[in-house]
Nanobody
Framework: QVQLVESGGGLVQAGGSLRLSCAASGSIFIINPMDWYRQAPGKQRELVARITTGGSTHYADSVKGRFTISRDNAKSTVYLQMNSLKPEDTAVYYC??????????????WGQGTLVTVSS
């Protein structure tokens, strides 16, 4: 099995910064794309950022220029650096990782979520 552990959420004032981390562990052979999603109260979960195995990145228009996704393949960890935070960034943030396991099965695994609250 594969587990994800997220950390780094919290309360921050508008204009501030936070860094989220998501570490994968378990029967991992290859980690494929790593994503960050978020879900605000009353809204659907949305893709915030994606990073491929090769390091290519994709961002939602709402966070371009403010958020940066990165990964450390040696640590099986994905990060989300969030700068210039706005109240509308308030949400539960989830990482999602696509994994090929050591048994050569394909899994998409979600983290437990971490709450980011941005006060105005």
């Amino acid at each position: 099995q594969v587990q994800l552990v997220e950390s780094g959420g919290g309360l921050v004032q508008a204009g501030g910064s936070l860094r989220l981390s998501c570490a994968a562990s378990g029967s991992i052979f290859i980690i494929n794309p790593m994503d960050w999603y978020r879900q605000a109260p009353g809204k659907q979960r949305e893709l915030v950022a994606r990073i491929t195995t090769g390091g290519s990145t994709h961002y939602a228009d709402s966070v371009k220029g403010r958020f940066t996704i990165s990964r450390d393949n040696a640590k099986s960890t994905v990060y989300l650096q969030m700068n210039s935070l706005k109240p509308e960034d308030t949400a539960v943030y989830y990482c999602k990782v696509a994994v090929t396991t050591t048994l050569h099965t394909y899994l998409e695994v979600w983290g437990q979520g971490t709450l980011v609250t941005v006060s105005s």
